[in-house]
């Protein structure tokens, strides 16, 4: 079974602090680099991380510093630890493969930066 299920989302202040989790398939987890994507208000969605099989991890530039990609490959699970959240990173969050091979998207995790 296919399976793509974000947590953890919420409403913070700026400068606080989440950790999204994401619960994957094992079809879709045990042969494949993983990632978080995110979508803004009026954008499009974009990559925020990917992290290797084996851990190895890149974030892009906005968030570099600040967010941190995790993976238990025991558990399928897979986390995005954020801190000194901005309100630019209010956006609805989703996890999947990387490079996208999978056509099936989760329902996301919404994030909400604001005083």
């Known amino acids: 079974q296919v399976q793509l299920v974000e947590s953890g989302g919420g409403l913070v202040q700026p400068g606080g602090s989440l950790r999204l989790s994401c619960a994957a398939s094992?079809?879709?987890?045990?042969?494949?680099?993983m990632a978080w994507y995110r979508q803004a208000p009026g954008k499009q969605r974009e990559l925020v991380g990917t992290?290797?099989?084996?851990?190895?991890?890149f974030v892009v530039d906005d968030v570099l510093g600040r967010f941190t990609v995790s993976r238990d490959n025991t558990k399928n699970t897979m986390w995005l630890q954020m801190t000194s959240l901005k309100p630019d990173d209010t956006a609805v969050y989703y996890c999947?493969?990387?490079?996208?091979?999978?056509?099936?998207w989760g329902q996301g995790t919404q994030v909400t930066v604001s005083s």
């Open positions: 999947n493969t990387y490079p996208l091979n999978e056509p099936t």
């Open positions: 992290i290797s099989i084996g851990g190895a991890t």
């Open positions: 094992g079809d879709i987890f045990r042969d494949n680099y």
